[in-house]
């Protein structure tokens, strides 16, 4: 079942989610981009249908409703600790079907990789519900199609997607079926078939591989900003940092911060160490642990094929380009 509504009813359905729930969407911020004339689709909490991107990609993921910047973890003194308060109401996310698929991703590396789930991701998933956006047509640096998350079937408590004049709606779950304002029809939410970016993922990556000298390219090119990282939807690393509040380090609070294999630092070790140093390394790193490590640990890629790492790095540098010549290199080597 579903809803095909105008734009007045959509606004009214919206107002009333937003009764109950925080909504957390694209929105499309003028002049916020990269550079003063750009503009830039990145997620923020909205209240009004008008402000809920649905034409444009989004430039960021919605990731960070999940896993912010910089969370405070836990204060502490030199007797006792305490969780830092958290607003924990129900959110309504808006996301495609690559950041849906991604979602699974977080989960498994967050709740399903060991006994125990990681207590600060999961306080908050549990009040986390997702809304499908509807994909009409592929966007620039797609390989949805190529990764198998063009397409997904659940995980959402409804769709919605721009339709002619007005916007359609397929409700998954019935306890969001008040809320909607419009008439009610069947409704099928619209996915991709084919991208103009194409992939080919290989089944195998031998030990050769790591000692290729494909990577050395990126020693030069790369400039370590880690910004295809920060836009992935399944990029999760993090650092620990201690704040003190005195001198004596007694007092403070622990936070947990957003980092990358591809940022200056984050292999720092005691003693000065540090592993990983030239970029083509750290290029290593992240493309097969992409398509090859997490897929050994759980059985399915990490890559969703979203492209926004193509579409944010200052180098031109390509990740979906990368993948293919990764796979050239090691039919190759077989040869």
Not at 91 to 104: A, I, N
Not at 105 to 128: A, P, S, T
Not at 196 to 220: F, G, H, Q
Not at 277 to 306: I, S, W
């Amino acid at each position: 079942m579903g809803f095909v509504m105008n734009k007045e009813d959509f606004s009214k359905t919206i107002e009333k989610l937003s009764k109950d729930y925080r909504l957390y969407a694209p929105v499309l911020k003028k002049g916020e981009g990269r550079c003063l004339d750009e503009d830039i689709v990145r997620y923020d909490f909205v209240k009004n249908a008008d402000d809920i991107e649905l034409e444009l990609k989004s430039d960021y993921s919605f990731k960070e409703i999940l896993l912010p910047l910089s969370e405070t973890l836990f204060y502490f003194t030199e007797n006792e600790t305490k969780v830092a308060d958290k607003d924990l109401s129900d959110v309504l996310v808006f996301l495609r079907s690559c950041d849906l698929h991604g979602l699974r991703r977080l989960d498994d590396m967050y709740l399903r990789n060991g006994k125990e789930k990681d207590f600060f991701y999961n306080r908050i998933r549990e009040h986390v519900h997702f809304v499908l956006i509807g994909c009409t047509y592929s966007y620039k640096d797609c390989f949805c199609v190529s990764m198998g998350a063009n397409k997904i079937d659940d995980g959402y408590v409804f769709s919605i997607e721009p339709r002619d004049e007005g916007f359609a709606s397929e409700i998954k779950d019935d306890a969001f079926t008040s809320y909607f304002v419009g008439q009610k029809e069947d409704v099928a939410v619209s996915y991709v078939t084919e991208n103009e970016t194409k992939v080919n993922v290989p089944d195998r990556v031998p030990l050769s591989i790591y000692k290729s000298d494909m990577w050395r390219e990126y020693d030069a090119r790369c400039i370590g900003c880690g910004r295809c990282t920060l836009v992935c939807p399944t990029c999760t690393c993090f650092t620990m940092q201690d704040t003190f509040y005195d001198a004596k380090g007694k007092v403070g609070e622990r936070r947990r911060v957003n980092a990358s294999c591809m940022i200056d630092g984050y292999t720092n070790v005691a003693g000065g160490g540090s592993y990983r140093q030239p970029k083509g390394e750290r290029m290593r790193f992240k493309v097969l642990h992409k398509v090859n490590d997490f897929k050994a640990r759980f059985g399915y890629n990490m890559c969703t094929g979203c492209g926004r790492c193509d579409a944010v790095c200052p180098e031109y540098i390509s990740f979906s380009t990368l993948i293919n010549k990764l796979d050239a290199e090691i039919k190759k080597e077989a040869e």
